[in-house]
């Protein structure tokens, strides 16, 4: 049986940032498509997409396009023809939502269920295994053992986040933004209602938090459970990131690829999907980017409170807490070092999170900007790390094929064969007239140092083999040319050697999972009713289809819940406090009215009736 290969998949914004993410051992990127993409901040041209394909096949690496969003008949069709051009383009993958494209004529490429399919049961990733998506994007907030369930009844491939931002909402879930503003997350355009501040009013028209960030998440990290998730099933480990920097895709997409190679070094069952190894010159530490704190969400725990309630912004990470300070300075114990520049930040007796930027530091003690006196025992943390991502911005091109180098004399020349890790081997040949040494044998030496050179290039020549005669004698300058050539050629053999795979949808009548639809479906063309039709389930009223023409329709459908963050769920041991219902968040926006169903441990935002 041959190794399981397992997928790093890192998030791109732009070219720039999916050229670093490959740079920086990510075995797939996923980039927006010029339009439909669940990111419209984040949309590429085809040329950026054609030249990170390009980038990436090198490597043996993947480039999956990110077409994810609902779409009405007539962006369907330009949708189809967008698909089309993205083949030709030598993709690997789509990420779709809108099932009205598996009903549409698509070219032959990969089918991969965004997470906005509200991908969370063993019948709904079976049936999209069965319609032929070859890789499923599993809901976020699943357990290790649901993930286990679902690996067990199906043979799909699974991909699961394991770092970055999250949404409150099941994905796809989500309408207070579409209902209250017009613009959709099922189309791209989240206004981010779940960043807002609100209060919150108890069933006796009691405040009893005001002014907090009460569906704001903290960041996904399970760096630490890498291992546990290969064993659950998860093939595709994937970054949360399309809005973020280059340096953060750098940092982030380094330090998951050493946490994997280190679990698949260990491991001969497993092995990279990609090819080529990085060495870094800055130590990876996700900590040190954009995060709003660290959680596991829900992998073990269904009642937990992974709320960043006290602010939506970044923190970092802790620095120190303050042992002594005054209006001009500050000094901070531990020993982390603090540079000019680095940004600071702290909550203050408010709970709320103020910043510090550091203007000079002079014997371990701290001068901000700006005159501020923060309170000895304050807790302290950096969010902006001047000298890391100095370190960050240098770094490029770490990442290199390892490369054997054979020269042998022919009859009327040099050949020049390469082989690579990957068993990958070319040979290129020239005539040159063949001279005699000065010197005996020093041709051998100096064969051997040119031709182990490779700067500038994806290569790293691990072995230099010469088999000349040691009377002859050729040219430096003979045989650089030959090495570039030599490479130039290796380099396209293996783009010919890669391969886009093909695959095509699967027209059959499969039943759906549920015997009905509703606007949770997101139905929003002919062509998805027709699929939906297709595989067992009748026509509804389209009004039922559509969010706000739902009357009390949830807004939000979450596996967060509120009351557990605030420590007042009644099937907690350590309830701290008791919350009389019903309850209400309230904003500049409105009133949304909150619903437990806790046989699930699920939450609803519904609009006010008030």
Known sequence: MSPRKIELLAPAKDLKCGIAAIEHGADAVYIGSPEFSARTAASNNLSDIEKLVGHAHQFGARVYVALNTV??????????QLCHQLYTL???ALIVQDMGLLESALPP??????????NRTVEKVDFLEKVGFEQVV????????KIREIHAATRVSLEFFVHGSLCVSYSGQCYISEVMTGRSANKGECAQFCRHSFTLRDGRGKNVEKDRYLLSLKDLDLSAHLNSLIQAGISSFKIEGRLKDEN????????????LDAIIDGDDELERLSSGRCSFIFLPDSRRSFNRGKTEYFLYDKRNNPGAIDSPKSIGSRVGKVLRADTRSLVLDGDTVIENGDGLCYFNQEKKLVGVRVNRVEQGRIYPKDAAVIPVG??????HDSGFNKELARSHSCRLITLCIVLNETKNGLELTVSDEDGYAS????????TVAKKTGAVMAMAAKQLRKSGGTIFRVDD????????????AALLNDLRRKGLDNHLQERFSRYHQEKTSVQVNDYPWPSKELTYQDNITNQKAEKFYLRHGVPSNDRRCLVAKDVEGCALMTTKYCIKAQLEACPRMNDTQRHLVEPLTLVDNTGEYELGFDCSVCEMTVRRSKK
């Open 90 to 92: 030598g993709v690997d």
């Open 464 to 475: 230099v083999q010469v088999n000349v005669d040691p009377q002859s004698f050729y040219h």
């Open 378 to 383: 304050t807790e302290v943390y950096r969010n």
């Open 427 to 434: 040979s290129i040949a020239i005539q040159v007239e063949k």
């Open 71 to 80: 779409l009405n008949d007539q962006e369907l069709e330009r949708a189809v």
């Open 109 to 118: 490429l990969s089918l991969h269920a965004s997470t906005q399919v509200n």
């Open 248 to 259: 953060y895709v750098k940092n982030v997409t380094a330090s998951y690829r050493m946490a």
């Open 138 to 145: 599993l809901a976020r907030e699943l357990s290790l053992n």
